[in-house]
């Protein structure tokens, strides 16, 4: 019986689209007025259409690099701005965000939306890499409330927000399959885009990630750069023969991870002294997820959402996944 009403209730969860698990959820937050819904939907709305560029990116004139470098000195790739502008747009007309940070724009944006009541920061494109060689690669969001009064100006009070301030975060893998996850505060929840019906759908139902894991995660090439305490780590990882995974994009590598059990860590290099990875386009909105899925992510000193950022394109050290995993790597580079 206790058997056939799991089976039950695993069964009628599916089937449900993102659109209508939104509109359920809303009744969740007394506060809000669906403008977080819509939202949300917005920025599926974006993903499906980039998804549908990125499946014919060896078709059109897409692929490879659109001759420009971002803020950080990186080289843009034409498929880094095309999804810029798509989730500008996407989230600019939906109307309900007055303010986007992106990590391929050097300053805030002003949508002109004043009466908005969010802000969203986001890497459109997180990968970049891998986009010309059939890789998996991710888009990633965190959405805010604005700290100033609505009906004014965003300012960058509203932009320079900690992690533990989000009210919902999310990110979009275009893998093998296409999946968008997010979060609002109250579990882990993954939808698989059926292309057949145009749809997100419940696949992943409150997700949780285990403990322990067997998977460690890391730049190989960076190992002589890194603090003892991380060789000490991958030492015993290598010892237990564990297994090395690192695809390059951080998307496909956490959602591994985090379903799998594991941990991947971006620290300090010669390089990049912070670590590679930016504070409000990528570690917050994973950290927020992770920590809804029962793991952990820090800088190694303190937990990643605590991290009051001081400027829009801050880069930290990222240790994140399974809690066991990162606990026992804080302790050894204390
Ligand atoms: P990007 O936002 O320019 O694509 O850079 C971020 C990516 C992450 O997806 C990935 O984890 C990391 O950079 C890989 O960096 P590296 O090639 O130094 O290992
Ligand atoms: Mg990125």
Redesign the pocket.
């Known amino acids: 019986m206790a058997h056939n009403q799991t089976v039950e209730k695993f069964v009628s969860s599916i089937g449900i689209t993102l659109d209508r698990f939104i509109a359920q959820k809303q009744a969740d937050f007394s506060y809000a007025k669906g403008e977080l819904s819509q939202l949300l939907r917005d920025i599926a709305l974006a993903a499906k259409i980039i998804n549908k560029e990125i499946m014919r990116s060896g078709l059109i004139d897409i692929e490879g690099s659109a001759g420009d470098t971002?803020v950080?000195g990186?080289e843009q790739q034409k498929l880094?701005v095309v999804a810029n502008v798509r989730y500008i747009r996407a989230l600019t007309k939906g109307g309900e965000v007055c303010a986007i940070v992106s990590?391929e724009e050097e300053d805030m944006i002003d949508t002109g939306n004043h009466n908005a009541k969010y802000i969203v920061s986001m890497?459109p494109?997180?990968?970049?890499?891998n986009i010309d060689v059939n890789m998996p690669?991710?888009t990633i969001f965190s959405v805010y409330r604005r700290k100033t009064p609505v009906g004014t100006p965003p300012t960058l009070e509203d932009a320079l927000q900690k992690g533990n301030e989000q009210v919902a975060a999310g990110y979009v893998l275009y893998g093998s399959s296409n999946i968008l996850v997010y979060t609002t505060g109250k579990g882990v929840n993954g939808f698989t885009y059926d292309h057949s019906i145009g749809e997100f759908i419940l696949s992943h139902v409150n997700i949780q990630t285990p403990k322990d894991g067997s998977i460690f995660s890391y730049?190989e090439?960076?190992v002589n750069d890194l603090a003892d305490g991380f060789k000490t780590y991958i030492a015993d990882c290598r010892s237990k023969k564990m297994s090395a995974r690192?695809?390059?994009?951080?998307?496909a590598?956490f959602h591994r991870n985090m379903l799998k059990g594991g941990v991947?860590f971006?620290p300090a290099t010669g390089k990049?002294p912070n670590g590679?990875?930016?504070l409000l386009?990528?570690c917050n909105a994973l950290a927020f997820i992770i920590e809804q899925a029962g793991g952990k992510s820090t800088d190694g000193k303190q937990r990643t959402l605590e991290t009051q950022p001081t400027s829009l394109h801050q880069r930290v050290p990222l240790i994140i996944g399974s809690a066991n995993m990162v606990d026992k790597i804080v302790d050894l580079i204390k």
Not at 125 to 129: A, C, E, P, R, Y
Not at 246 to 251: A, I, K, N, P
Request: proline share 0%; no cysteine.
């Open positions: 971002n950080q990186e880094d990590e890497d494109l997180d990968g970049s890499s690669i991710g730049n090439g960076n690192y695809v390059g994009s951080l998307v590598d991947f971006y990049s590679k990875l930016r386009h990528e």
